[in-house]
């Protein structure tokens, strides 16, 4: 490994230099013409103001190979590190420090811990196996990819590539085709939750008190496919309709993609933001293709060189999680050696793989033994048990090979939403709510992934026996089992993560849904649109009314009013009861719901979580929202659980602590509390995160970091903001991009993303569009014409791979 010690030292020299002087960084893309092995026929990299690139090529792998040139130029840190996430490689670069991400899937105390586990996920050798699946043309794509990657950094200086590399002290390793899979496999596993919230909902169903805070299955909540009875008083959805006067449950279809009759151009509408973890670079990376038989534009991630949400010519498309069940805990019975485990009635030998891991500031590999077991032939980890435990196994979709590089292929090219469903079919990891829609008018909605089989799912505990087999999944659904709904009669369709459907299979039945706040919000604005156009989805995008808020209010503090003694709780009482529920940053009413909502927490739902399993309110509180509904649910039903001497008196004392709360931070004029003040968004780069001086002095000489920035919303707002329920109020999930297609207007599309184009901080387009994300602004989504007279180009020769070739480049390294 290379060391480039003066480099990285007249690197910070600079930053600080600039930092000092006022002066930023403004280093624009590269342009030009550029000389690469690997390509048959010439490529285009046009970019436009935003920096976005638009490829061109006459054949999928030369457009697979630009795509790979743009990527390494904007991005090749951000895969460096995916990439050694997933297979296990942190501790070679950063060493074996501490961590602290149980809820963010980092299992272990240390980075070594951590590799440890995410090497036992086998998703590097699960990925090598997936490709050899892959069809020619696909594998075409992945191939050329990785020779654009490889060529690009061949050709450049230390200085050239992302300044990260400098910072660490190494060199890019090569990129490999399938290391494309196994960064789509990993964002498989961090978007699943079931090895995080299993353990958590096993602790609850182990106590028949703590049973009763349980989530709640939500059939009776705002579902995406079909008709929603009314499930009485307990439904967050039905209550929340109550207090905002939006009567009855509702019915049809849901979803973010409303049909023609309801808008201006006849054709419909369609929206998506993910809620992912914002930071910097963005997770999204905004690019367009541009081939003789096609053309797709939309957002991918760093490694992946196809679009996932976007749209083509002819049709849009946008997702959100299922919020599967995708993963089994299965405690196993092994012999008194610990080296064989009871399967079908039968002993079977654990299976050892022997690794080694190098860690920074080690002169010593260390060497760990992996072990395993088999659940109907797949390959399982045996995770470390604590002493007194059971060993136990865990079962993932994701450690089994699919089809699914081809799927999003065809997804990419599909002309119509029956061709889309035809690719989405092989679509396997992670589960997605797709909503589609085209140019023809049709609408849809599938429910993607791999389910699966159990027959049992709903009746069992979070944590099986895996000698038994009638604990065993059975295969998977079928693609004919899987919600679906196309062109609905109401015209419109939603999805929020919320729950599937009423009537779902059993596999399908025990996700881990959100609440239904957000998708009811949306299903009533929808249900009023008429004539809508991209402004009015662009307000929808942007709305922060609370429908929790709603129910928490007029259930608990109207009841309450008129029995407070204290001066303190009936001036917070009037100030909520007054309160429109918009959760505006410059509100008052909105961070005093905040504060009163963390006291309901802290002074009701703590104690007995504690009481009766120490530790288990950390837990349950910090996986994201995974108990807001049980929780809620309490709350707006009064449950003596919660509220054992009652609801009015546990009100009144949690008014008058958020009261005291508010005037110790901003003094006892309300005119003066701003919920932004509290809920505010840093976009942190993973060197700028942490409170070490050398970090935060890093992150200010180099100016990695952006923010703070107050917000509005909440993690139940349309608008989201999501923050940690026990580390309040920073925000952690928000939009991490933002799309509006008009499929009667299409070049009147609008995206953008919750950063900028580039990871290098260096760059002008590396969070240039904060500002604009940060007011809810979008940018044009629209395709360049290859011989556009405006924007940075960079044409890449085909050249034969000769000793000389990569000299060509030389003229694009001022702009790097």
């Known amino acids: 490994m290379r060391r480039h010690a003066l480099a990285c030292a007249r690197l910070v020299i600079a930053g600080l230099s600039r930092r000092l002087s006022g002066v930023s960084w403004a280093v624009g893309p590269p342009t030009g013409e550029c000389r690469l092995a690997g390509i048959e026929r010439d490529v285009w990299i046009r970019r436009d103001e935003a920096g976005v690139p638009h490829v061109f090529a006459e054949n999928p792998p030369d457009l697979g190979f630009g795509v ?58 699960v990925c090598r196996d997936e490709f050899s699946l892959v069809s020619d043309d696909g594998r075409g794509v992945l191939e050329g990819f990785a020779r654009g990657v490889n060529a690009w950094v061949e050709q450049c200086r230390p200085t050239d590539l992302a300044p990260e590399f400098l910072l660490a002290g190494i ?20 978007l699943s939750l079931a090895f995080v919230a299993k353990p958590v909902l096993a602790a609850l169903a182990a106590d028949p008190v703590l049973a009763r805070l349980l989530p709640p299955q939500m059939a009776g909540g705002q579902c995406i496919g079909g008709a929603c ?74 490694g992946i060189p196809a679009i996932l949400v976007g749209r083509n010519d002819h049709l849009a498309w946008g997702m959100t999680a299922v919020m599967a069940d995708d993963g089994e805990f299965y405690r196993e019975n092994l012999d008194t050696s610990g080296g064989r485990y009871r399967r079908d009635g039968e002993w079977r030998a654990v299976e050892t793989v022997e690794e080694i891991f190098r860690v920074r500031g080690r002169s010593e590999p260390v060497r760990r033994t992996l072990r395993y077991v088999r659940h109907e032939g797949v390959l399982c980890p045996l995770l470390s048990a604590r002493e007194g435990e059971p060993p136990t196994s865990f079962r993932w979709v994701g450690l089994e090979a699919w089809h699914g590089w081809d799927g999003l292929l065809g997804m990419n090219r ?39 089989r159990r027959p049992w799912a709903e009746a069992m505990p979070p944590v099986l026996d895996g000698s038994r087999p009638e604990h ?23 999805t929020a993560n919320n729950r599937v459907a009423t009537a779902l299979p059993p596999s399908l039945a025990s996700g881990f849904w959100e609440p239904p706040y957000r998708a009811t919000r949306i299903a009533s604005l929808l ?3 008429r004539d809508a156009k991209v402004r009015d989805m662009a307000d929808m995008q942007a709305d922060v009314c609370s429908l929790q808020a709603a129910g928490i209010v007029t259930r608990l503090v109207r009841p309450t009013r008129a029995r407070l003694a204290d001066t303190r709780a009936r001036r917070a009482a009037d100030l909520l009861l007054a309160w429109d529920y918009r959760m505006d940053a410059d509100s008052a009413a909105a961070a005093l719901y905040h504060l ?101 002095l890093l992150a200010w000489a180099l100016r990695l970091n952006r923010g703070p920035i107050p917000r509005p919303g909440d993690g139940m707002t349309v608008n989201l903001g999501a923050f940690l329920l026990t580390a309040p109020f920073e925000i952690a999930v928000g939009p991490s991009y933002r799309q509006i297609v008009d499929l009667g207007a299409l070049a009147e599309s609008r995206w953008i993303v919750a950063g900028g184009v580039s990871g290098d901080f260096r760059s002008r387009h590396y969070a240039d569009q904060v500002a604009l994300w940060s007011a809810g602004a979008t940018l044009p989504m629209q395709f360049l014409p290859r011989d556009a007279r405006d924007g940075h180009l960079l044409k890449v020769l085909a050249a034969t791979p000769t000793a000389g070739a990569a000299a060509d480049c030389a003229s694009t390294r001022c702009m790097l």
Not at 95 to 122: E, I, K, M, T
């Open 68 to 125: 790979g040139v743009a990527m390494a130029q904007d991005r090749r840190w951000q895969m460096e590190t995916l990439r050694r996430l997933a297979f296990g490689r942190l501790a070679e670069v950063a060493g074996d420090r501490p961590v602290n991400g149980a809820s963010l899937h980092l299992v272990g105390p240390s980075l070594l811990a951590v590799d440890q586990f995410y090497r036992s996920l086998r998703i590097q050798g």
């Open 472 to 494: 065993a999944w059975d295969g998977y659904l079928s693609w004919a089992e899987h919600p679906r709904a196309v062109d609905p009669a109401d015209g419109y369709i939603v």
């Open 229 to 302: 009875p009314p499930a009485g008083a307990g439904s967050l959805d039905l209550l929340a309709r109550h207090a905002l006067g939006l009567l009855g449950p509702g019915t049809g279809s849901n979803s973010w993609v409303l049909g023609g009759s309801r808008t201006a151009s006849g054709k419909p509408l369609l929206c998506n933001d993910p809620h992912l973890l914002l930071g910097l670079p963005a997770l999204w990376y905004p690019v367009a293709l541009t081939a003789p038989d096609h053309r797709v534009i939309g957002v991918t991630m760093a």
């Open 527 to 529: 249900g009023q649109a």
């Open 171 to 190: 060199d890019p390793e090569p990129w490999r085709p399938e290391d494309c899979l196994a960064i789509g496999r990993l964002i498989g596993w961090l």
């Open 414 to 452: 599909a002309a119509s939403v029956r061709e889309f469903e035809a690719g989405l079919q092989a679509f396997a990891v992670p589960a997605q709510n797709v909503v589609v829609a085209d140019t023809a008018g049709d609408i849809g909605y599938f429910c993607a992934g791999k389910f699966p």
């Open 596 to 696: 009163f909502y963390q006291e309901l927490l802290k002074q009701c739902v703590r104690p007995v979580l504690e009481r009766h399993a120490p530790g288990l309110f950390a837990r349950y509180l910090s996986t994201l929202h995974l108990a807001v509904p049980a929780v809620d649910t309490a709350f707006l039903t009064q449950d003596p659980l919660v509220f054992p001497e009652g609801a009015p008196a546990a009100v009144e004392a949690c008014l008058m602590a958020a009261w005291d709360a508010a005037s110790a931070r901003w003094g006892a004029e309300p005119s003066t509390w701003r919920w932004g003040d509290l809920h505010r968004l840093t976009f942190h780069h993973m060197l700028g995160r942490g409170t070490p001086r050398a970090v935060r």
